[in-house]
């Protein structure tokens, strides 16, 4: 049997590329650093072109079961006022949905089916990878634990903190934050405008996004997940705290951004308030790299190209590159198959990396705010219908799930 594929990191990237290699017949080893797998997170978002890749693993049933077909997305002003609203996943035309989902169950759904296809003896936790060597006929792993692997070639998806992306390029500028820092809660809530609607809502310098993620314990309720976005930071300088995915946020420090929100079937306040625990996020990416492969080594999901979370592109990326990187390496040497995945993969996503700097497709609210900042009657008055379009459609076409 040929030398396995060597997975560092188990997110959901490198889960992605596990189901999808054992699908190929491709033996595999994947590294977690956790110790422990738990379901962490709160909502995320995972888009049609994902979804399609995640049900030809067979997955599409798991997922309906713990997630919320997404059916609209609307982006209105603070005072609550319409801007745009457009129909998603299979309410857009697609075969296969949107899903809204809570990270953590996405997550789930993959461990799970990565433990039953793949079988425990593959999946290592506790091994946070520290190093690599290669040479002609091979890469070997080596982890804090001090313990080594041999391998095929080593894909690093490692997360926004990757040790592969450090060791491969040193010199990397490192986290870049825009000053934005992001409060990130889920909690029950009664079910608002059918339930399976995502808002945007704001200004230029405070975002309110709402989205179910999934049943709620009550009827008539739906686990809801809230973001509050608002501009605290200099650009130029690093985040105040690390960027931690865990780190709770402070009530007083986000309450009052929440209040200079006005929607009219929402009481966000009580909402925020309800929410037992939640936690902060500075909005931060890294600058795109110029290259991910070196030989046998390569980067993939967030190690390769951490993004700021607009336009629900993080999770869906690394599910892309995932099938991708799989479907060559049943093709093609480890070396070539690596190069010519970076060659698909790195363009794509430098483009959204940079749009996603830009505002994304959310950069609709941030052009109506500016022309009327304390809101408007009719949005034709403010800006023409195909200059809106053309923002959220011309993103969707770049991010590759246009229509
Ligand atoms: C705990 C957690 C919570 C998150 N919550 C959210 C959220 O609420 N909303 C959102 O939009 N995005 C969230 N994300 C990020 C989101 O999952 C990613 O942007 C996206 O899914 C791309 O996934 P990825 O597999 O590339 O990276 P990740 O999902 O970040 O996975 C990377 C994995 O690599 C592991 N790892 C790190 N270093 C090493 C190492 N040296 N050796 C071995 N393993 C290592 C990490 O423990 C992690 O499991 C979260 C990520 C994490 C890790």
Not at 331 to 348: D, N, S
Request: with cysteine; glycine share 10%.
């Amino acid at each position: 049997m040929s030398a396995p594929i060597l997975i560092a990191g188990g997110g959901v990237g490198g889960l992605a590329l596990a189901l999808s290699l054992q699908e190929r017949g491709i033996p595999c080893e994947l590294f977690e650093a956790a110790r422990e797998v738990r379901e962490l997170g709160v909502g995320i978002n995972t888009l049609p072109h994902a979804i399609r890749e995640l049900a030809a693993l067979g997955l599409l049933p798991a997922l309906d079961a713990v997630a919320i077909r997404t059916r609209e997305l609307r982006y209105l002003d603070r005072f609550g006022n319409r801007i745009w609203t457009e129909p998603r996943g299979i309410y857009a035309g697609f075969d296969v949905p949107q899903f809204s989902i809570h990270r953590g169950r996405l997550h789930g759904v993959l461990w799970r089916a990565a433990l039953e296809r793949l079988g425990p003896q593959h999946l290592h936790t506790g091994k946070r990878l520290a190093g690599f060597a290669q040479d002609g006929r091979g890469v070997t792993a080596r982890f804090e634990d001090g313990s080594t692997r041999r391998g095929r070639a080593l894909i690093g998806a490692d997360g926004i903190h990757s040790a592969v992306r450090r060791l491969l390029h040193p010199e990397d500028g490192g986290i870049r934050w825009n000053g934005i820092q992001m409060w990130r809660g889920a909690v029950d809530w009664p079910a608002f405008e059918g339930g399976d609607v995502m808002i945007v809502a704001g200004d230029m310098t405070e975002k309110l996004v709402l989205y179910p993620i999934a049943e709620g314990r009550s009827p008539g309720t739906r686990l809801t997940n809230w973001v509050v976005c608002a501009q605290i930071g200099d650009p130029a300088r690093p985040p105040p705290r690390r960027e931690d995915w865990s780190r709770p946020g402070r009530l007083e420090e986000v309450l009052p951004h929440v209040q200079r929100f006005r929607v009219p079937w929402l009481d966000v306040e009580a909402m925020v308030r309800a929410t037992p625990e939640f936690w902060e996020y500075p909005m931060c990416d890294r600058d795109p790299l110029p290259w991910w492969t070196q030989g046998r080594v390569t980067l993939l999901g967030d190690a390769a190209h951490p993004m700021y979370p607009v336009g629900s592109n993080g999770a869906s990326q690394a599910v892309l590159d995932a099938r991708l990187l799989a479907r060559l390496l049943a093709e093609t040497t480890a070396p070539r198959a690596l190069k010519a995945y970076e060659a698909e993969r790195l363009p794509a996503t430098r483009e959204i990396v940079l749009a996603n700097r830009r505002g994304g497709p959310e950069r609709v609210v941030d052009v109506v705010s500016a022309r009327a900042p304390e809101g408007f009657a009719r949005i034709e008055d403010v800006i023409a219908p195909e200059e809106l379009a053309a923002i959220a459609k011309g993103y969707a076409q770049m991010a590759g799930f246009a229509r």
